[in-house]
């Protein structure tokens, strides 16, 4: 069973800066995808940035050029490094891990997650 656990949230000013982290328990990802997903209070869990097994990334549209998602997999880590944040990048971020190929910022092709790390931006 695939355990992921996030962390590396805060509060921060607009403008600033975090790194998220996420260590897995299992690293032996072939083919498949891992991602970050968030959800703001009455909203929807939407994807923000994807990493496939080859290397590929994919990002939504409002973070791409501001996040960048990595792996390390000599630490059985995956990053989200986030620069000059919002007010509305505020939610729960999770990270996700898929058993398919397919790059898509999709929930339901998922099946791994953790349980979140807060990321508040206010001024």
């Known amino acids: 069973q695939v355990q992921l656990a996030e962390s590396g949230g805060g509060s921060v000013l607009p403008g600033g800066s975090l790194t998220l982290s996420c260590a897995s328990n299992d690293w032996t990802f072939t083919e498949n995808c891992m991602a970050w997903f968030r959800q703001a209070p009455g909203m929807e869990r939407e994807g923000v940035a994807l990493?496939?097994?080859?290397?590929?990334?994919l990002y939504q549209d409002s973070v791409r050029g501001r996040f960048t998602i990595s792996s390390d997999n000599t630490k059985n880590t995956l990053y989200l490094q986030m620069n000059n944040l919002k007010p509305e990048d505020t939610a729960m971020y999770y990270c996700?891990?898929?058993?398919?190929?397919?790059?898509?910022?999709?929930?339901?092709?998922?099946?791994?997650w953790g349980e979140g790390t807060q990321v508040t931006v206010a001024a």
């Open positions: 996700a891990v898929s058993d398919s190929w397919y790059p898509a910022l999709i929930a339901s092709l998922f099946q791994y």
């Open positions: 990493i496939s097994w080859d290397g590929s990334t």
